[in-house]
């Protein structure tokens, strides 16, 4: 599953540790899903980003062929 995780870290001037540390999880957790290869994320875990980033869970984890949001 595709995500845009990577671009609202950027956004938020957030490191992947960074993230992590606010998150609960690991480093390697957040490489992991912005890597795709933590398919898919945990829906509890999914709501947490959303929520840290303050936007509907569609805005970061894109479902089948959709590359981009607007």
């Known amino acids: 599953m595709k ?3 990577k671009v609202y870290r950027a956004m938020h001037d957030l490191t992947q540790e960074g993230l992590a540390n ?5 480093r390697q ?3 992991a899903i912005e890597k795709g290869k933590y398919d898919p994320p945990s829906l509890e875990l999914a709501f947490k980003i959303a929520r840290f980033f303050g936007v509907a ?6 479902y089948g062929d959709a590359t ?3």
């Open 57 to 62: 869970i569609e805005e970061i984890f894109l």
């Open 22 to 26: 606010e998150l609960g999880v690991t």
């Open 29 to 31: 957790t957040i490489l």
């Open 3 to 5: 995500n845009r995780i």
């Open 68 to 70: 981009e949001r607007k």
